[in-house]
């Protein structure tokens, strides 16, 4: 029997109703997997020449925090940071983004709220930060002169000795502000000590042609956008998947990629939720 051509305009109405519902559920669960708390990844690296008597040191990598409306203000940062405390962590590694001028942002904040709830952490060792490309992009002197008035450290392609370790921190590839040898020159400064890399984009990884104990990155966001069977939408690296996401050995150097804790471009996450990385350095014995 076919139907009258009174009923077929129903028919198609109720279709559309279902697939603009279905629209909405899936916007409103990215938009919960972009605002859920992180989720805390833990791993070790053995240091073969870890210094004698020396404890283990847990470092906690934070990257592409992207403060910004309406998935990452300010209030939110700081529910994070206080979470992160509770961790104990020795050191604070953040591997750039801290903010994010989005089209699609609901309120664009400034450096100075940017950066107060980053002003709470606490880690013995301190708090080291990598500028981003986006932090370029915002107001990379006035982010970096509040960093530094509440007591964080900013690498631009420099170096810093904390404890037994010497930290450099490369400046971001993506917007062209990276220079890996003037970093690696300012490390061999500092004299002897572990070896660690900081930097925003991954990409750089090549670009290190001698061995550090870790080298940590964010900028992929993991794909942000990932789906079964088709993967992430996009990776924001010139080599692909190669340093996509997490925790990896790349030619015998070992690699932490975060997540990160906000999003960009949209406040949408799927199968990508939000991470921060506790990495235990210490001697074979204890790490491996």
Known sequence: MIASPERRPRRWWRWLLLLALLGVALLAKGYWNATRDPVIRNATVAVADWPVGQPPLKLLLLSDIHVAGPDMPPERLAKIVAQLNRLRPDLVLIAGDLVSEKRSATHIYTAAEVVAPLGKLRAPLGVVVAPGNHDHWFKPDALRGELEQLGLRVLQNEAVNLGPLIVGGVDDDYSGH???????????????????????????????????AAIFAGHTHCGQIRFPFVGALTYVSRYGDRF??????????????????GTSLLPLRYLTPPDAWLVTLGPKSAAS
């Open 178 to 212: 990276d220079d890996v040898p003037a970093t690696l020159a300012a490390m061999d400064r500092l004299g002897p000590g572990v070896p660690l890399l900081l930097t925003h984009s991954p990409d750089i990884i090549p670009d290190v042609q001698r061995p550090v």
């Open 244 to 261: 996509a996401c997490g925790d990896m050995t790349d030619n015998g150097q070992r690699v932490f990629v975060g997540a990160g804790l």
